[in-house]
């Protein structure tokens, strides 16, 4: 899995039938600062997930990718390959807090 | 999954028996322009990807990946690894508008 | 998929009992010049990929990677990753045709 | 697999409810020094894996990715895409011990 | 598939009980040399994948990733996503030979 902030969506009108009442996110992946290890940067890349969650922009949340992306019980049919498991409250590095959803 | 721009076509009438049939378009990924956060740029990746919506060239499109490609009704038996499962209307960062079909 | 270019092949006689017979062919992903945008040109990247479909040295070809490898008749047991499922006669981007096999 | 390094933890309470009580670590996959070959540096990215083995900080483990992540007793119907599936003692390179747990 | 060059071995005694018994191997991916073309060179990267076959230090292996990894018949139920799958005797490109084990 990996870190991503929720950026923004997707409308998509004509699509796979499965695929309607599906809320469509767009996030950027997150790494490590790994020169302050003090905070979360960007990668850069733009992926979008299935959201099951409520998940709001700004918002930092798990995507899991590839074939359990239909492990949950609302995606389990669905033609996807990423999807939201969880919103991210804290991510600690050592004894470091480098994110907080306060 | 991630958003992708049709550019072309691939013609191969030598293939495995049961992608006889099958749309073939090119598509390149795109990701947000990381610098002004206003437009979609393309990555610069060539992929190929099934196409069962009739999305045209110069349309945006979301690509799934993967054996998630196999879970729409017209590719469930085929070879493939990738597959466009909507055509894009807009997307949408923060308040700002990226893309729009119109 | 995506295209790639076969420029060599593999021998290898100690291998899982499975894979007797089937060929293996190196395969070089090719992508769209982003400059010009009439032109395919190598990634660097190098592949192996099992080939049942008389595919030659030179050919473009389609490669699907991942599970759906397993998806043609002759593979449907074979632990890889990448195989061919078509031999390219013709890309076009836009109006253009930037490769044909003649 | 991959090598990867323990290096912090992520906190969500907002998950899909599978996820329930699941460890899940950051982790940063770590590569040969390409120069010197006599250590394990990091690749600079980071993931999340769900952990089963009690693995701590600082602990090198081995990475599991994809449908695989759930070929583990604990992780069979979860919607995860890396476990760790080892706790590394030592890794070797020719001759050279490049890491050893002590 | 890709090839790789066999350049390790990991030691790990803590871990998922399925994985007794199975040697790991320290493997490098290989490309051809874009700029000669007549020689494998190393692309940077070490992945861990399992061996079947009795590959020693320094010989160059196929390797299969994802679920494939488990389509042989000592790895069936492992929580593996790399296996090697044979020993590679000799690559050729166009008509000559970059790799040859004698």
């Known amino acids: 899995m990996f870190i991503a902030r929720v950026t923004g969506s997707v409308v998509s009108t004509q699509k796979v039938a499965s695929m309607?009442?599906?809320?469509?996110?767009v996030v950027e992946p997150y790494r490590l600062n790994g020169e302050t290890r003090d905070e979360l940067v960007t990668t850069g890349r733009?992926?979008?997930?299935?959201?099951?969650?409520?998940?709001?922009?700004?918002d930092y949340v798990l995507i899991v990718q590839g074939s359990s992306a239909r492990l949950t019980p609302e995606t389990s049919k669905l033609p996807i390959d990423a999807v939201i498991i969880g919103i991210v409250?804290?991510?600690?590095?050592?004894?470091?807090?480098?994110?907080d959803r306060e």
Chains 1, 2, 3, 4, 5 share one sequence.
Do not use: C, M, P, R
């Not at 309607?20 to 996110?25: N, S, V, W, Y």
């Open 46 to 58: 733009t992926f979008i997930a299935v959201d099951t969650l409520g998940a709001g922009e700004d």
């Open 89 to 99: 409250d804290s991510v600690h590095i050592g004894k470091q807090n480098v994110y």
């Open 20 to 25: 309607t009442g599906h809320k469509l996110l």
